[in-house]
């Protein structure tokens, strides 16, 4: 089955440490995105990659970092800096970003947590 | 700036009721629409989608016709069912753009 995996589903983070939250798709997608959902609000996008090895920040990119070393790859990670991480975050991709590939694909998402 | 707007929830309905939830965008040129539905405790996924004026979205019973005139791209359905239960997102893309801006959701909860 092809799909968008996140692991862990739910995930604590202590003050002060960085944690990375996993995102991987095997529908041989280009682009991927991550975005963060508050509690009744829509979802805010963090960063994106339309291509390997190259990614560029979204409207609240502060306070997280990205990788994309593989086309099935783009992990996210929360760093100390960012103040307010408890949030629900989504990984998404697309095929690419013309018309006719720009439907985005949801993972189930990851639930993260300050202890 | 491109923005989504969409009527504010909670909407609760009877089963087989008939749904309208209204979604209105700003935007310029000829951004694709889109309808994506929450279900509790997961991701979203792609409900319907309509690229250009006039073009009529459906899915699962669900319609969404975009119009122009009045940039409004609101969803119905003619019954409703309880597995209908979820949060839904309208959501436009501009051509020349990478990412797509989301409505703030609407809840919809529907009684046996």
């Known amino acids: 089955d092809g799909g968008i995996t996140q692991s862990p589903k739910y995930l604590f983070r202590k003050e002060g440490q960085n944690v990375t939250l996993s995102c991987e798709q095997n529908?041989?997608?280009?682009?991927m995105y991550w975005y963060r959902q508050d509690p009744g609000q829509g979802l805010r996008l963090i960063y994106y990659s339309q291509i390997v090895n190259d990614f560029q920040k979204g409207d609240i990119a502060e306070g997280y970092s990205v990788s994309r070393e593989k086309k099935e790859s783009f992990p996210l990670t929360v760093t100390s800096a960012q103040k307010n991480p408890t949030a629900f975050y989504l990984c998404?991709?697309?095929?690419?970003?013309?018309?006719?590939?720009?439907?985005?694909?949801f993972g189930p998402g990851t639930r993260l947590l300050v202890l | 700036g491109n923005s989504v707007t969409q009527m504010e929830g909670p909407v609760t309905l009877s089963e087989e009721a008939f749904l309208t939830i209204n979604c209105t965008y700003t935007?310029?040129?000829?951004?694709?629409l889109f309808w994506y539905v929450q279900y509790p405790g997961e991701g979203l996924q792609l409900l319907l989608k309509a690229t250009k004026a006039d073009d009529k979205g459906s899915n699962k019973g669900f319609e969404a016709t975009y119009r122009k005139e009045t940039t409004s791209f609101h969803l119905e359905k003619g019954s409703v069912q309880v597995s209908d239960s979820a949060v839904y997102f309208c959501?436009?893309?501009?051509?020349?753009?990478?990412?797509?801006?989301f409505g703030s959701g609407t809840r919809l909860s529907i009684r046996p």
């Open positions: 935007a310029t040129g000829y951004p694709s």
């Open positions: 998404a991709s697309s095929a690419g970003t013309g018309r006719s590939q720009e439907t985005q694909y």
């Open positions: 529908l041989n997608h280009d682009a």
């Open positions: 959501a436009l893309r501009r051509s020349s753009a990478s990412k797509i801006i």
